[in-house]
């Protein structure tokens, strides 16, 4: 047999090819970004380039930097990209179902972070924690959100609860259902919260009116409502510091 025919192609490539591996075209500015993050903190990047950071796990290769760039501009900020809904995050090009459900599970971290000193505080003395709760909870939903925050004798937070979803601008509330799941949590106290998609959190006529018929119905059978507090992307009302209730 000819000498030619056992000689095998080398599985690495050539002994005397020693050129550098190449490399993505992205792959510097991806170095040079962790880089700024690891060095300078991430604290000090902007909205996009945090978003880059994030994406960068869930999408290994490309340029993400337009990307994270649409996102902002399409959810308005980068609590409105994490509040998003999934099925929206997936409808934007370039994203991808698993990219959407990182951002979305990076949501859900901040919420329950955010929860931690709501759940350990004495939530009538904290207002400071419960509005940054409910904001991170509430103000980027995109349909209205009836949520009670169940409280004991000593206003510690027992359960919180979504108890009805509904439209961009209703979200239907039934105070039988609203008391009767307090007396199964043996709840003594209530705080009510609600969201507008709309942004403006001042309430409407009919706000008012069913926070007054859980308020009825919650004295029958002893139990308090200390607060409505509606959450908007442009503030928080308090139905008790406008004197409502």
Do not use: C
């Amino acid at each position: 047999m000819p000498p030619s025919d056992l000689q095998e192609a080398p599985l690495f490539g050539s002994a005397t090819d020693l050129s550098p591996p190449q490399l993505s075209p992205h792959a510097g500015h991806r170095a040079r970004l962790r880089h700024r993050a690891r060095h300078g903190g991430p604290g000090a990047l902007p909205d996009y380039e945090l978003l880059e950071l994030l994406l960068f796990r869930s999408l290994p290769r490309g340029d993400v930097k337009p990307l994270a760039k649409a996102l902002l501009a399409r959810f308005g900020s980068l609590a409105g990209v994490f509040g998003a809904p999934l099925e929206d995050l997936v409808r934007m090009r370039g994203l991808g179902e698993q990219a959407a459900l990182d951002l979305k599970l990076a949501h859900e971290a901040a919420v329950r972070i955010s929860r931690e000193p709501v759940a350990r505080r004495t939530v009538i003395t904290s207002w400071t924690q419960l509005s940054a709760y409910l904001r991170t909870a509430m103000a980027h939903e995109p349909r209205e959100q009836f949520r009670v925050l169940f409280l004991d004798r000593r206003n510690q937070l027992i359960a919180d609860e979504a108890m009805n979803e509904g439209t961009v601008d209703h979200a239907p509330v039934y105070p039988r259902e609203v008391v009767r799941r307090a007396l199964e949590l043996s709840a003594s106290a209530m705080i009510l919260a609600h969201n507008h998609p709309s942004g403006d959190p001042t309430p409407s006529k009919a706000d008012i009116s069913m926070t007054r018929e859980v308020i009825e119905a919650a004295k029958v059978l002893g139990l308090s409502v200390h607060d409505h507090v509606i959450v908007g992307r442009d503030g928080l009302t308090s139905f008790r510091a406008q004197g409502l209730i």
